[in-house]
């Protein structure tokens, strides 16, 4: 079996979000060698010229556009492709298309021996059950964007109620990356005390749990009714969960991947704080809840396994 190349990512499904993702990894250094694939060949070609000629600013990169053969010895593979949400519908409304998308693609880009599959195509969790299914690998080695992107939206929000920069700020979005997902108010932190003790401390009004419940939970479709899709924030997550894996950081993340058997759930893909590091996703951590929040996030895995029964898995 091939070997992968370390520093080689490739992104597959060129899209916003394929792209943007292809643009930050570009700017931040992480990969000496960045393969774009997408079915649209001709606007593969178009991102990889484009973003190539920003080699005079840039560290040394090789981007090109390929085909799913040149995947096979990536280190990581994002998988972007599919159609994304229009006004009004919900990730989970994706489902059929996306999951026919990923069936017919899968198997034609995997190969080497130790690839991470990093899928970001939505409904996210399920399609990283399927990748999971349809791949064959070990579930540390293929997982999905998750809530990693809900909790930075939960932390920006926490970080503007209380004047405090969003990295002093630890916050969790567990659960389905959709309508169902779980705030952990229990274990959102900063300086080592919980966000309403903080905010005694600092003399300033309580957070409001409702109001700040909705602006995450919501925030996909606020920007979506009014721009059409979200891209910028989502290839920031992506860029930061390559980061850890390609610097094997060990950084806890909130990734989608597979549950076997905590808080009671099993066999189905959902985000809980892992830790990231080269060989993948570890062990998803089994935190202490209260007692609303297990239960939500139960509720939240039986949302994502009837989803999964529409499409047979
Ligand atoms: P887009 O701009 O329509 O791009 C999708 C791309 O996929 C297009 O360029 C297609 O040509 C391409 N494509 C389709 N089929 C294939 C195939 N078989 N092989 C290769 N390429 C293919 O969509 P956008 O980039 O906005 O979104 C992509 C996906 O990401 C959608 O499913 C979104 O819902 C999802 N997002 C996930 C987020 C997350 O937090 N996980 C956040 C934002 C969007």
Known sequence: MQKTDERKIAIVGVGLVGATTAFTLAVSGLASELVLVDVNSAKAEGEAMDLAHAAAFIKPINIYAGTYEDCKDAAIIIYTAGAGQKPGETRI?????????????LPKLLGAEGSIL????????????????????????????????????FRHSLSRHCRIAPRNIHAYVVGEH????????????????DI???????????????????????AGYEIISRKGATYYAISLAVKRICESIIRDENTILSVSGLIDGIYGIRDCCLSLPSVISSQG?????????????????????QVLKSAMREIGL
């Open 178 to 193: 959709g309508d169902s997902e779980v705030l952990l108010w229990s274990l959102a932190y900063t300086a080592g005390t």
């Open 196 to 218: 309403d003790q903080y905010c005694k401390l600092a003399g300033i009004p309580a957070v409001n749990h409702q109001e700040v419940d909705k602006q995450v939970r919501n």
């Open 281 to 301: 996703r570890g062990r998803p951590l089994e935190l202490p809840l209260a007692p609303g929040e297990e239960e939500a996030l139960v509720k939240s895995s």
């Open 118 to 153: 990093l899928i970001v195509s939505n409904p996210v969790d399920i399609l990283t059950y399927a990748a999971l299914k349809i791949s064959g690998l070990a579930p540390e080695r293929v997982f999905g964007s998750g809530t990693v992107l809900d909790s930075s939206r």
């Open 93 to 105: 409304d994706l489902l059929q298309k996306n999951y026919g998308i990923l069936k017919e693609s």
